[in-house]
């Protein structure tokens, strides 16, 4: 058993657990939204995936700060897997935040709206973050410059969303505040168990990959003891230490 | 702007659709990327298995030879 593949069966078992929990609230618990009716259910899924897909971005950044701070590309390779972890959220954020303007607004994207414009931005900026990353072949600079990228674009995260916030144009719906938000009780407790759900599925999806490369890391590792360090192809499209 | 801001709510059957569609994507996502990540990892611990396999083998053959090597000759 690895370091990163414990606790991730329990960890599975309670993101399946709290999913199902959250969907049978969102279908059979929560009320019918009194402006947007039955439309209103994708608000469970797209919100906290917009969420937890730009705490990933800034989780990635932190991490990154340990690489820096340390040295170890361990740090670097967890911030690799919390930045792709983050951007696979966000793409499901974006897809399932287009189904409901397209079923709201009769749009599927609407140009001049600050926060879906804003959220496109910075999953570009993400987007190219493995394509920098993988156009450096020193596997030293590749994680340097790496985590750079991300610490920067990690704290460009939350001075977004603030800058959002304070612009004047407030069309999308603003539900959650920092004063707890204007949800009734039944629809705030659906939400936070849907937070709750995907943020557990956001961390056993990181440790699973985490267990995957340091699974791969393991290989190579034996093979080259095995074989000598000719016989280990190079390591190509990998954020794993070698 | 405020015309799509005070849109009025889908009728559930029309409204239906969106919301499986949404639901549906999301799993899929979720469904595809666990498969993907099942598949290497499955593979990569049969290929870490047989290479541990390999090692021990090797560092048994190893430990006998300097056994057989240290015993006095004649």
Redesign the interface.
């Known amino acids: 058993m690895t370091t990163y593949s414990k606790g991730l069966r329990a960890l599975t078992l309670a993101t399946i657990g709290s999913i199902t929990l959250a969907l049978a609230l969102v279908f059979f618990y929560a009320p019918l939204d009194a402006d947007q009716g039955f439309v209103q259910k994708i608000f469970y899924l797209h919100v906290p995936l917009a969420i937890i897909s730009l705490c990933g971005f800034v989780l990635g950044g932190l991490l990154a700060i340990g690489h820096l701070r340390t040295g170890d590309r361990v740090w670097d390779m967890r911030s690799y897997v919390a930045i792709h972890m983050a951007l696979i959220f966000g793409i499901g954020g974006i897809i399932s935040g287009s189904i409901w303007a397209k079923a709201s607004w009769g749009h599927w994207w609407v140009w001049n709206e600050p926060t879906l414009v804003s959220f496109l931005i910075v999953l570009l900026l993400f987007a190219t973050y493995q394509p920098l990353r993988f156009s450096i072949e020193d596997p030293e600079r590749q994680a340097r410059y790496a985590s750079v990228f991300a610490i920067t674009a990690g704290a460009f995260v939350p001075l977004n969303f603030i800058a959002v916030r304070l612009a004047q144009q407030f069309v999308h719906p603003r539900i959650l505040t920092l004063g707890g938000g204007n949800l009734p009780g039944s629809m705030r407790l659906t939400f936070f168990v849907s937070l709750i759900g995907l943020a557990l599925l956001y961390a056993t999806l990181w440790k699973y990959e985490m267990t995957a490369k340091n699974a791969r890391m393991q290989t190579r590792r034996l093979r080259r003891r095995l074989m000598g360090e000719d016989a280990v192809r190079p390591l190509g499209r990998s954020a794993a230490p070698s | 702007?405020?015309v799509?801001?005070t849109?009025p709510?889908?009728?559930?059957g029309k409204?239906?659709p969106?919301?499986i569609?949404?639901?549906i994507?999301?799993l899929a996502?979720?469904l595809i990327?666990?498969a993907i990540?099942a598949k290497?990892?499955r593979s990569?611990?049969r290929?870490?298995a047989t290479?541990?396999r390999?090692?021990e083998q090797?560092d048994a053959i190893d430990a006998s030879s300097e056994a057989r090597e240290r015993e006095p000759v004649g």
């Open positions: 702007m405020i799509l801001a849109s709510a889908l009728a559930p409204a239906a969106y919301v569609a949404a639901y994507v999301f996502i979720v990327y666990v990540m290497r990892l990569t611990e290929d870490l290479l541990k390999e090692v090797r």
